[in-house]
């Protein structure tokens, strides 16, 4: 018996709050298992993402905090997170973004992308590679 969970998020979801262009999660996120974000926009989470698998977003996904995942990341648009980005691999069709911080300088620990990065760019971040048997760090 596992204790993973998978958590799907929809344009419906009650914890979710429409902003315009994105839809908005107060707090982190944190599943055990996937989290597939099947939004017709951005998320944006206020806190920070944690995954124990993957995570995957049609769109883009932003955390104001990190975002890690124990597998990948995959997002239709792009990536970003203050406080940097953990997972085996990063896959997004635009640009990933880690340590944007705009009251101070980001330390170099919050610019960290521990990733293999296998589709998009980095315009702001420190691509690490993830440890030897495939994992970030988390």
Do not use: Q, Y
């Not at 880690?98 to 009251?103: K, Q």
């Not at 960290?112 to 495939?134: C, H, L, Q, Y």
Request: glycine letters at 16%; hydrophobic letters at 45%; aromatic letters at 8%.
């Amino acid at each position: 018996m596992s204790d993973r969970t998978d958590v799907i998020l929809t344009d419906n979801d009650p914890r979710l709050v429409d902003k315009g262009w994105c839809f908005e999660l107060a707090g982190s996120l944190v599943v055990t298992g996937s989290l597939i974000v099947k939004l017709s926009k951005w998320l944006v989470v206020t806190g920070g993402i944690k995954a124990g698998e993957g995570i995957e977003a049609g769109w883009g996904i932003k955390a104001c905090e990190g975002i890690e995942a124990g597998w990948g990341i995959e997002a239709g648009g792009g990536i970003e997170a203050g406080w940097g980005i953990k997972a085996k691999f990063i896959s997004c069709a635009l640009r990933i973004f880690a340590g944007l911080c705009l009251w101070r300088f980001p330390t170099e620990a919050e610019m960290t992308i521990t990733s293999e990065i296998r589709n998009g760019t980095v315009a702001f971040g420190r691509v690490v590679a993830p440890t030897k048997d495939g994992k970030a760090s988390i």
